[in-house]
């Protein structure tokens, strides 16, 4: 859909101004929409000259929040290997000396642990499903509004010019992302290696008979730049080799990408500009290593969040009213915190190099798989499953 051209004449009075249309920013528009509030949506679709070969992986809150805007991609019922929504129904983890963790959705009684995502097919329906919201409105500069919600991502200009201190942690890491094709069909099992310090994930597509994976891996900057400059197959190989043809024979179906890893979290998420209120969402607010894969989890919660917060406010009280926006920073930092500080540890765990730390990381992963309560506990969590 075409961004609006500025209008002649007075400018339009907006509610909620949403800088950034990627899936936080386009979810957060939906939901405030839907309770008849005017908002500008500022920012086009993500530029097409690489194919993007990301997967999410969604837990259930993520999952219905997404149904509840009708932006939840659906299988096409004509051709199930083409599906952009996989289910995952197990999830295998190795350590890197026999230590070993498994997850199955019959045991927590799910029909999935997660869902992997498709991120075009997810970006393209979130785009179809603001097209037909007649209250949003796309622009390509942010206007007054009572509210600026910013949803710029990482390297947020906006965050900076407001002074909204963002504290950043660099890992010496980058995560290598690519698409590839396995000899036996992956079975709806999401896998995960955690070995040399590094952490490789290959997370299923194409639906649960499917033979394709999205490729995360976790390794040295030098190493992801050596792979994107070499021949394809160098890295298919090394995926082989590190999975231990678990999924046989792979080949590449997209060229590799990387980008640097970091642990960072603004400081502040709430302040003033000349018009109103401002708030952070998603990564211009907080990044963590994709691990654990809630990245986009934790976004899609800063979104219902705020428009959860909103929704309750006292009649009285304007959308950029700081008190108001403290409810949504208070709810939101405490759960952000304790993820980022999970991601780290677990990342700093397995990349110490100690034989003794090694063989307790690897006895912790076989003790953990045994207990049945707290494992139970905290894949629900993962899930997306208070109780």
Not at 43 to 61: F, H, I, K, Q
Not at 363 to 380: D, E, H, I, T, Y
Request: glycine residues 10%; contains cysteine; hydrophobic residues 45%.
């Amino acid at each position: 859909m075409n961004a609006t051209p500025p209008r002649a004449g007075t400018p339009r009075r907006f509610d909620v101004a949403v800088q950034g249309a990627g899936v936080v920013g386009q979810t957060l528009a939906l939901l405030l929409a839907r309770d008849r509030l005017r908002v500008a949506l500022v920012g086009g679709p993500r530029g097409t000259d690489a194919p993007d070969v990301r997967a999410y992986a969604l837990n259930s809150a993520s999952r219905e929040l997404l149904r509840s805007v009708r932006a939840w991609p659906e299988a096409d019922a004509n051709d199930q290997h083409a599906s952009p929504i996989t289910p995952v129904s197990a999830m295998q983890v190795w350590g890197d000396d026999g230590g070993e963790l498994k997850f199955s959705a019959n045991d927590q009684g799910s029909e999935a642990l997660t869902w992997i995502v498709d991120v075009p097919a997810l970006e393209q329906r979130l785009s179809d499903a603001v097209g037909f919201q007649g209250g949003i409105e796309r622009l390509t500069e942010t206007p007054a509004a009572a509210l600026t919600v910013v949803c710029e991502g990482k390297r947020s200009q906006t965050r900076e010019q407001l002074g909204l201190a963002f504290d950043v942690r660099p890992y010496a890491h980058k995560a290598v992302a690519a698409r590839l094709r396995c000899e036996r069909p992956h079975g709806g099992v999401a896998r995960q290696w955690f070995a040399q310090g590094e952490v490789m994930a290959l997370l299923p597509l194409g639906g649960a008979e499917g033979n394709s994976v999205a490729l995360v891996w976790s390794v040295p900057a030098e190493q992801a730049n050596l792979w994107l400059q070499s021949d394809p197959s160098v890295l298919a190989q090394a995926v082989q080799a590190r999975s231990a043809n678990t999924l046989g024979t792979l080949h590449m179906e997209s060229p590799a990408q990387a980008w640097p890893l970091e642990l960072s979290r603004a400081q502040r998420w709430i302040t003033r500009n000349a018009t109103g209120g401002v708030a952070l969402a998603g990564d211009a607010a907080h990044a963590m290593h994709p691990l654990a894969g809630q990245g986009l989890n934790v976004g899609l919660a800063d979104a219902a969040e705020l428009a959860r917060v909103l929704h309750e406010r006292e009649y009285w009280r304007d959308l950029g009213d700081l008190k108001l926006l403290r409810r949504y920073e208070r709810a939101r930092a405490a759960e952000v915190g304790a993820m980022g500080w999970i991601t780290d540890g677990l990342f700093g765990l397995f990349a110490h190099d100690d034989s003794r730390v090694q063989a307790l990381r690897n006895w912790g992963l076989n003790s953990f798989n045994r207990s049945g309560p707290v494992k139970r506990w905290l894949a629900r969590q993962a899930m997306g499953q208070a109780a």
